[in-house]
């Protein structure tokens, strides 16, 4: 008598294996193009994820603390504006500290922590329910750059979307706009969002903020490469890359490259290239704004800011924005 052991999968398993083969198509595409590039979205396994909490503490990196000192000093009024009882959608949650931060304030009935890097997200939940046991919350695993659709479990009622740090710059403006117009379908008739919007300023400082004098940044850009090998069974050795970060004033953004040390070739599952030294891979960039261009950008999008708060220098902005009906 033969037994056969049936196997299935769940709807989760189904999920990342998409996601997997997604993410394999997609490496095998930017890795083949004329101008090899990677997603920053790759940046960001569990290492990266801790390598940029790093990045968040270097006094060169200002965006952060330049956005933190603007909640600190604002955070009431924002509370106001934004208004109590919202279902907070965190986008890149990372370890949940900045929302996490506005949760006297903000009072959420509900919190969703939304991350590429999923088990680094849940592992923050997971403290984060101890400490905030009123509050109902939600880890979702997901690549929200390309598609984002929320599932059932998120309330639908007064949708709050937390997009803060600037990383609406990663994104083409023309991108940007297609991505907040999918956040504005997914907000219903009284929704919004809270983003923080890097503005423009002198290229010194830009300069340094995404090349440090400890390297930390060069770690995180490297560590692209490692999770690559993971991904998709690569062999680039890491030694034979340096990290290139500045910023590009004719395009107004930031760029992130890797450039080969020395000559090599490297394979992939499914494809193979070769590199000449001084080659580059492009890995980020981080467009930066002026305040009436992030105004119109949202408002392109389907969204009215309500309100815009900056710092004294007026280096960063955080802006709310209410869902214009259609």
Known sequence: MINLMLTTCTSDERQAAVANAHDAQELHAGLGA???????????DALGSKLFEAICELPEYYPTR??????????AEIARVAGLGTTLIDLGAGNCAKAAK????????QYVAVDISSEFTHDALARLRQRFPQIAMEALG?????????PDQVRAERRLFFYPGSSIGNFTPEDAQ???????????PDGGILIGIDLAKDKATLDAAYDD???????FNLNILRHVNRLVDADFDIRQWRHHGFYNPARGRIEMHLEARTPQEVHWRGGARRFEAGDCIHTENSYKYQQADAIGLLERSGFEATRVWTDPQRWFAVIHAQAISP
């Open 142 to 150: 997901m690549d929200f750059s390309n598609r984002f659709e929320l």
């Open 66 to 75: 330049t956005e933190a000192a603007i909640f600190e000093r604002h955070g």
């Open 34 to 44: 004329d101008d090899a590039c990677i997603s920053p979205k790759f940046l960001y």
């Open 178 to 188: 297609a991505f907040l117009k999918r956040l504005r379908a997914q907000c219903g």
């Open 102 to 109: 506005l949760f006297p304030l903000l009072q959420p009935a």
């Open 213 to 219: 004098a400890l390297g930390v940044t060069a770690a």
